[in-house]
């Protein structure tokens, strides 16, 4: 057991599935030598060699695409996306062929592969460095997108992530990449893809969210459980699709009231998706209309004013309030 | 595998990485790109390079004679089933047999084969039941995995989408040091594909023993090669990547044969991959939802009937007492009777499963997906289709 950054804890999680599987490959660009832009393959080319740590030609079309031909042959690999703005350029692949090449071949060819990319803002970067488009991928039938909120579940995802045979874009919330430190056990642990974490109980509201905004919403909940007497059910999501339903309307039945917090743009969004499920399976319990605290539809900001767009603390205190005192 | 960084100039090596950058370090040298071959065997009047005439038992020429007429047979048997309603539009390979042909022929059957969708004259070959096939083209989903014990991909339907997995596959048999290798088929039109230049990069970068074949066939749907291209030579596309390419009349089976073989030996042996510009032409139609007379002329499609892959292999045959023209009859006769028969086990096959569409969306169904999946089954259950 020892105190991890998040990115030491996926640095742990790579090495140990490679060591355990001689089919697990990682590709990227300048994860080699340079141990990845935000060094989270360092010392992993020294230590398995160019022929499984590779540094690829810089065409995130080209690296996904050649990754999924790999995977169909056989290898798992985990793919690096520098940015998960430069996804784009491999969304061809992503949608053609990662996503769909199992149902195409009706299950005779699967992808086990891993896209990794650090995703969101308040890095203080620039433009097309801090997207939180994770709503595209659940979109993408045949994906599953997991995303971690911390060191542990981080580490135990990606695990699950490289073991699963399905295709899994792996969204790594990089503004926590190094924010706090957490114990990881040093043996392996793997996390069900798809289940939710209630992260605290409470009775008055819940509050979902996931990745970056997760520790946002668990410093709310602290502060309405102090200050103004509100208790919370936070539930971390660490998954996008697919989406722990149960977990979430069985937390709603019992509070009647939501509050829904995420990075990525509003329209068609995550709580887009969340506040109709909960309108499906919670209809008659809701005392409160659910609220939806997310970035707004522009163009992610330039860094100077960035962190007016991304969801505060106090914000989502008044909020809550707001939800918990409407009648 | 090779994972070797591409050295920006050959002229630095063994020097410090950053030494390469200065200015004094460049090299002024011209850059040689070198001339790119071209191969033809047999000629559009059947008259053969001596030199290069490859030494075929009878057996075989016939075998390989007869996949061009199979391949010529189904086309035109689909496109009589297409035009009575009873197949769905479909990309008719009428011209481009030789060139089918000729890129798998070399290949084992441990070997794969990720083709364009123009390509069932070499999935035949490979394999693929005709009736398989013609499942696929109807609108089947069980007709898009190729058969189990077949190692090819099933086809591309964005252009170009399919280049990239296939030097992944060769990038994967280099890892796991099987002396195999993959053939890729695409079009002149796919050429313009980003992704394709991509593919090129990456095999050459990490020498994956993979053959490009760019069939230019001279349209992509109602945009010709002048339109598509600067240059009307694709093989130079691999020059600047560093992949060995050739220009190759597609339309001689012996020619395709030879580069396809030479390409895949080269792969084999870990020298990496190669790029055949397969010179061709679309004799028929995009597809059944196409209609050529709409933007190219008559005249040009008579120029190109002379250069028939068929006619000029008869010729040579027919020259070489291999074959009389009564054979011809018998093989154009069972070719057809093959196919008949393809299609007649194709109408008795089972009628499509409604039920089977959120079956392979993942290896376990996901919990929503099984929720809408049992919404789907009562809609099914509502308009009265059983579910099996």
């Known amino acids: 057991m020892s105190k991890l950054t998040m990115v030491e804890a996926l640095n742990l999680a790579l090495a140990q599935e490679m060591d355990r599987d001689s089919n697990v490959v990682l590709m990227g660009e300048d994860i080699g030598v340079n141990g990845g832009v935000f060094r989270v393959t360092k010392d992993l080319q020294s230590q398995f060699g160019e022929n499984r740590v590779l540094d690829t030609p810089l065409a995130e079309c080209g690296i996904v695409g050649t990754a999924v031909g790999m995977a169909v042959y056989g290898l798992r690999p985990v793919v690096e996306i520098q940015f998960s703005g430069f996804t784009m350029q491999a969304f061809d692949q992503i949608e053609q062929n990662m996503a769909r090449l199992n149902n195409r071949t009706q299950g005779k060819y699967t992808v086990p592969m891993v896209l990794r990319t650090p995703y969101g803002g308040n890095i203080r970067a620039v433009e097309h460095h801090s997207e939180s488009r994770e709503a595209y991928w659940a979109h993408t039938p045949g994906l599953h997108v997991v995303i971690p909120s911390g060191p542990r579940n981080a580490r135990a995802l990606l695990a699950a992530a490289i073991r699963s045979d399905e295709p899994v874009i792996f969204y790594e919330p990089k503004a926590i990449y190094r924010a706090f430190r957490e114990e990881v056990p040093d043996a392996p642990e793997l996390l069900e893809i798809g289940k939710a974490n209630v992260v605290q109980e409470g009775s008055d509201i819940t509050i979902i969210s996931y990745g970056a905004t997760l520790r946002t919403c668990i410093e709310a909940a602290q502060d309405l459980e102090e200050d103004h007497n509100v208790s919370a059910d936070v539930i971390d999501l660490l998954s996008v699709s697919p989406i722990d339903t149960e977990t979430i309307a069985t937390s709603v039945q019992k509070t009647g009231r939501c509050l829904i917090v995420n990075e990525g743009q509003r329209t068609c969004g995550i709580a887009a998706e969340l506040i109709a499920r909960i309108n499906e399976t919670c209809f008659e319990y809701l005392e409160a209309p659910i609220k939806r605290i997310t970035g707004f539809d522009t163009v992610f900001p330039y860094f100077q004013v960035e962190e007016h767009f991304l969801p505060e603390c106090e914000e989502i205190v008044s909020t809550a309030k707001s939800i918990v005192a409407w009648e | ?388």
């Open chain 2, 1 to 388: 595998m090779a994972t070797e960084n591409p050295s920006p100039s050959t002229a630095n090596e063994g020097q410090e990485v950053a030494s390469s950058k200065t200015p004094s370090a460049m090299d002024t040298t011209p850059i040689q790109l070198g001339q790119i071959e071209v191969l033809q065997i047999l000629n559009e009047h059947g008259e053969v390079d001596e030199g290069l005439e490859p030494n075929y038992t009878n057996d075989e020429l016939i075998d390989m004679y007869t996949s061009m007429v199979r391949a010529r047979a189904f086309d035109k048997r689909m496109l009589t089933m297409q035009r009575q309603g009873r197949m769905g539009t479909f990309a008719p390979n009428l011209g481009q047999e030789a060139c089918i042909a000729g890129q798998v022929y070399p290949l084992l059957k441990e070997d794969w084969y990720a083709p364009s969708y123009r390509s069932f004259g070499a999935q035949i070959m490979r394999g693929w039941p005709m009736e398989h096939l013609m499942r696929l083209w109807a609108g089947f989903h069980d007709g898009f995995p190729p058969p189990q014990d077949v190692n090819d991909m099933p086809f591309s339907i964005v252009i170009g989408s399919h280049v990239l997995p296939a030097v992944g596959i060769g990038m994967g048999m280099t890892y796991k040091n099987d002396p195999n290798c993959v053939v890729v088929n695409y079009g002149d039109g796919a050429s313009s594909q980003g992704a394709v230049s991509e593919a090129l990069n990456f095999a050459a970068v990490y020498k994956a023993p993979v053959v490009f074949v760019c069939e230019n066939n001279g349209w992509a749907i109602s945009t010709p090669t002048e339109k598509q291209a600067s240059s009307e030579h694709f093989a130079k596309r691999g020059v600047a990547f560093d992949v060995p390419s050739i220009r190759v009349d597609g339309n001689d089976l012996f020619a395709m044969i030879k580069a396809t073989e030479e390409a895949t030996t080269r792969a084999r042996n870990g020298e990496g991959p190669t790029l055949i510009e397969a010179v061709t032409y679309r004799m028929s139609l995009h597809t059944t939802a196409d209609d050529p007379t709409v933007y190219r002329k008559d005249s040009e499609v008579e120029a190109w009937e002379k250069r028939c892959p068929l006619l000029r292999f008869e010729l040579y045959l027919k020259s070489k007492g291999v074959i009389e023209q009564h054979d011809i009859e018998a093989i154009a006769t069972a070719c057809d009777e093959e196919v008949i028969e393809a299609r007649d086990k194709f109408y008795e096959m089972d009628p499509a499963d409604p039920t089977e569409i959120f079956d392979f969306m993942h290896i376990e169904m996901t919990e929503e997906l099984k929720e809408q999946k049992d919404e789907y089954l009562k809609r099914l259950s509502n308009k009265g289709v059983t579910d099996e």
